[in-house]
């Protein structure tokens, strides 16, 4: 399965975007979906994932009430709404899939998209 990340780009501090993950080439069916984030000099970080079977979505602390992992099983399509930003969440955020369960380290995922950059100005 290929990952298509996009959705990134500039915003204030406060603002929101919404990040897509979009599959080609298979379907999310039997993956669990994380979103990551890296930022200069920083090692990649898990923010959310979500077992496409059970549903089940989870979230880091750093992000916890603000940001919210959603799906559209007819797009094919796992969606990243990040709200109240700061500039902390100044990253690339990558979507990566696997199979089973969600796990938080990027080393359990198989397939990973190109990154999307994510800047909050203050």
């Known amino acids: 399965v290929q990952l298509q990340a996009s959705g990134g780009g500039l915003v204030q501090a406060g603002g929101s975007l919404r990040l897509s993950c979009a599959a080609s080439?298979?379907?999310?069916?039997?993956?669990?979906v994380g979103w990551f984030r890296q930022a200069p000099g920083k090692e990649r970080e898990f923010v959310a994932a979500?077992?496409?079977?059970?549903?089940?979505?989870y979230n880091s602390d750093s992000v916890k009430s603000r940001f919210t992992i959603l799906r559209d099983n007819a797009k094919n399509t796992v969606y990243l709404q990040m709200n109240s930003l700061k500039p902390e969440d100044t990253a690339v955020y990558y979507c990566?899939?696997?199979?089973?369960?969600?796990?938080?380290?990027?080393?359990?995922?198989?397939?990973w998209g190109q990154g999307t950059l994510v800047t909050v100005s203050s």
């Open positions: 990566a899939a696997k199979t089973g369960p969600y796990n938080r380290s990027p080393a359990g995922y198989d397939y």
């Open positions: 080439g298979g379907t999310f069916g039997r993956y669990a």
């Open positions: 979500i077992n496409w079977i059970s549903s089940s979505t």
